[in-house]
């Protein structure tokens, strides 16, 4: 029996993973404090091939910007007007090596631990609900020291698949799809130059999910907290009823934070404040948060809460000072997603008739498609059949991949009709 999807996603598959394997071997980590875009220069080797391969597919058009970010055009078939987009993101996590990536694909998975060779990396099915649901699928991981890079290059792989057989079968029918890869999705900064007017499309949809089925288009609204506690630093022999020292100020500051409005102590729709990096010396203690909530008023509380807080304890010193710097990072898509119901309408009919149920979690954390939605340019988020993001044990099945290859088909289809 076939664990693919459909016969259209098995004639993908090989395709796929041919292209998904070479994708992932090229180093496109991208790097927080990289200057300029793209922040590495690894993520121009990958986009460089990608332009080559989709001008080879028949895309003459296809470009990379000097920016980092490549765009090209599918011609729709008789008759079809629409305009609409598909994305993916070529660089990877800084949060775990990305370089010299060697993919392994276990073929028929058997079900129990997959042992990888290197650094004692263990894929446990009793840890991993998701790929306990995956006997007998080809799943591929890296060989265990770094991310295997499904996130994203099973999208990349799965865009270019899906366009490469809709270039060699002009008699299915089509919309004028327009391609975009882009780079530092990873560092938040994918959507900053992108060029919705010159992309051109009435929406799009990032191929930037995990499980199969997912459609996502309501994401957190993320915000950054940047806390400076200025103290006094005094020679300790010399500090008595002078020294103030921003250094303890800041932990007693985390220590007042509550408990169960964590990253670790929340799920579903709640959201949360968590701070992730605290630098800290006597004379002056920087905390860094990041405030996320799906609802604009919780966001506002959990903002006011930290800020409240900080002022209290810092305010136990009079002789301490108090900065507290409030960015917004990106906004949740659903209110720019609303007006357009026909958008996720499509993606759900195209997921269904690949013969999948359609299943509609929030995202908890943003994506290249949350600013995108905001800057005019309507754009959901879909499954990828990659999982374990950010990590050694990233895993993906071919067969889910190729189902995601496989709905991008039929969403042509879909929008062939408006
Ligand atoms: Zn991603």
Redesign the pocket.
């Known amino acids: 029996m076939s664990l693919f999807t459909s016969p259209l996603a098995e004639e993908i598959a090989p395709d796929l993973l041919e292209r998904f394997q070479r994708y992932v071997r090229v180093d496109t980590q991208s790097r927080r404090d990289g200057e300029g875009s793209p922040s590495t220069p690894g993520q121009l080797d990958l986009s460089r091939m990608l332009v080559d391969e989709l001008k080879a597919a028949g895309l003459a058009d296809a470009q990379l910007d000097d920016k980092g970010y490549v765009m090209a055009t599918l011609p729709a078939t008789d008759g079809a007007t629409a305009v609409v987009g598909l994305l993916a993101?070529v660089d990877t996590?800084p949060d775990a090596p990305g370089a010299g990536v060697e993919p392994i694909v276990h073929r028929a998975y058997a079900g129990g631990t997959i042992e990888l060779p290197r650094n004692g990396t263990v894929l446990d099915p009793a840890k991993m609900p998701e790929l306990a649901g995956k006997e007998g699928h080809d799943i591929v991981t890296s060989s265990g020291d770094t991310l295997l890079g499904a996130?994203?290059k099973a999208?990349v792989a799965e865009i270019m698949a899906a366009v490469a057989h809709l270039a060699a079968h002009p008699e299915l029918p089509r919309p004028t799809l327009r391609i975009g890869f882009t780079p530092d999705?990873?560092i938040g900064r994918g959507a900053l130059g992108f060029d919705v007017e010159r992309f051109g499309a009435v929406c799009a949809y990032t191929m930037?999910g995990s499980t199969v089925g997912e459609l996502q288009d309501e994401t957190f609204t993320g915000v950054e907290a940047i806390i400076t506690i200025h103290g006094i630093d005094v020679h300790p022999g010399f500090a008595t009823g002078k020294l103030v020292n921003a250094a303890r100020l800041a932990g007693r500051l985390l220590a007042a934070l509550p408990p169960d409005l964590s990253p670790e102590a929340t799920s579903g729709r709640q959201g949360f404040i968590h701070p992730y990096e605290v630098s800290a010396t006597t004379g002056q203690a920087v905390i860094r948060a990041i405030v996320r909530d799906f609802d604009e008023d919780l966001l506002q509380s959990h903002i006011a809460l930290l800020r409240t807080t900080a002022e209290e304890v810092v305010g136990s010193e009079p002789r301490a000072r108090l900065e507290v710097d409030v960015r917004r990072q990106y906004p949740n898509m659903r209110s720019h997603l609303a007006p357009f119901p026909e958008v996720v309408e499509a993606a759900e009919r195209a997921i269904r008739s690949e013969g999948i149920e359609p299943l509609r979690t929030p995202i908890r954390g943003g994506?290249d498609g949350s600013l995108l939605s905001s800057m005019g340019l309507p754009t959901p988020n879909v499954f990828t059949g990659g999982h374990e993001?950010h990590s050694v044990r990233e895993w993906a099945s071919v067969q889910d991949m190729a189902a995601a290859a496989a709905t991008i088909v039929r969403l042509a289809e879909v929008w062939s009709q408006r």
Do not use: L
């Open positions: 993101h996590s996130d994203d999208g999705e990873e930037d994506t993001y």
